[in-house]
């Protein structure tokens, strides 16, 4: 995880470097009060945030948890969608977002329950 993190860091620190040094600083400074380009760099935090959790996810938890987390992903977009934008959706898509939310916790709770792990015996001998 730390290899990946570092190689995004280490790959955009040319571009900054040639935006900073070869670009006029008047192009910067429209740039940035254009709105596209900032919803433009907050989707990068945001993604770079995610692409982050996502590692942490993976190491702390394992892929099994983070395929969960995966499909979770999908249901608040919906939400957000629906909330924030206001989008419309239809009863399928809200019952496929009911669908997946009892997957879900019933993955968690069965991995939570004692006695569902395989156990490993001794060889006897």
């Not at 730390?2 to 670009?23: H, T």
């Not at 380009?37 to 983070?66: D, E, T």
């Amino acid at each position: 995880m730390q290899a990946a993190a570092w190689m995004m860091i280490f790959g955009s620190i040319p571009i900054w470097l040639y935006v900073a040094v070869f670009q006029e600083t008047e192009l910067l400074s429209s740039t940035l009060e254009n709105r596209s380009f900032l919803f433009l760099l907050l989707h990068c935090c945001i993604s770079g945030l995610a692409y982050y959790l996502s590692f942490h996810i993976i190491s702390k938890y394992g892929p099994v948890i983070y395929s969960l987390a995966a499909y979770l992903m999908v249901a608040f977009g919906i939400f957000i969608g629906v909330f924030i934008f206001g989008e419309s959706y239809a009863s399928s898509d809200l019952a496929g977002i009911g669908l997946v939310v009892l997957g879900v916790l019933i993955v968690t709770v069965k991995r939570h329950q004692t006695g569902t792990e395989p156990r490993l015996e001794p060889p006897q001998t």
